[in-house]
């Protein structure tokens, strides 16, 4: 198996420009998960999906960031404008819904300027 | 998720026994102790988990004190490669899948 894949590994921008982090989860998966990890926040949960659903988005900075599931093999995290804060690393991870351990991806590295 | 609490950083030489701590004092009878760790410039992977009784893989060894206030994962030979960050985190098993909430962790620095 692939593993979890998340593109693109790295991704530099300027402000205010729109940009869009994409994920395929290990196929058979019904649960997808988002985070973004920072030296002052840590790791934190920002969407997931179960079913291609959104079920609690509560993590989700602001009205800039959307995250779809379009099919249950891919998901994307768009920022719209981007900001400088919004640099980060982003995670994908993907589970099996019957069972609490998840997979994740290689992460996106994100630099606004 | 409730509250967990763990070292800062560890060191430990190569080839030696590494036993990380964690204390969740709060834990229900429902939660779930996972651990997870995160290798540098890489995503978090799963190490192990377990309810009341220790656990055993290829990886690692969860030992769970009888109270379940506490928990200890044991890497029995550490080597290089399992230097990491460690995240001790619960999970309710109430059904259904949900998001992870990571504390800051224990970060591993095994000496070679």
């Known amino acids: 198996d692939a593993g979890v894949i998340q593109s693109p590994r790295h991704e530099v921008t300027e402000m205010g420009q729109e940009v869009t982090l994409r994920c395929k989860p290990i196929s058979g998966h019904n649960s997808l998960f988002w985070y973004r990890q920072t030296m002052m926040r840590g790791l934190e949960l920002l969407i997931y999906?179960?079913?291609?659903?959104?079920?609690?988005d509560s993590g989700m900075p602001e009205d800039r960031f959307s995250a779809k599931m379009p099919n249950a093999s891919f998901s994307t995290l768009k920022i719209q404008p981007s900001e400088p804060r919004d640099s980060a690393v982003y995670f994908c991870?993907?589970?099996?819904?019957?069972?609490?351990?998840?997979?994740f991806g290689p992460g996106t590295r994100l630099l606004v300027l | 998720d409730a509250k967990t609490t763990q070292p800062n950083s560890m060191e430990s030489n190569e080839e030696e026994p590494v036993h990380l701590p964690c204390n969740h004092s709060?834990?229900?009878?429902?939660?779930?102790i996972h651990w997870y760790r995160q290798l540098p410039s890489q995503g978090p992977e799963y190490v192990i988990h377990?309810?009341?009784s220790n656990v055993n893989n290829r990886m690692a060894s969860l030992a769970i004190a009888e109270d379940r206030k506490s928990s200890t994962l044991i890497l029995h030979r550490a080597t290089l490669r399992d230097a990491a960050v460690y995240y001790c985190?619960?999970?309710?098993?109430?059904?259904?899948?949900?998001?992870?909430?990571f504390g800051k962790g224990t970060h591993l620095i095994i000496q070679p």
């Open positions: 999906f179960n079913n291609n659903v959104p079920i609690d």
């Open positions: 985190i619960l999970r309710y098993s109430g059904g259904g899948a949900d998001g992870l909430t």
């Open positions: 991870a993907s589970s099996e819904q019957r069972t609490a351990t998840q997979y």
């Open positions: 709060t834990i229900s009878g429902t939660d779930y």
């Open positions: 377990g309810l009341t």
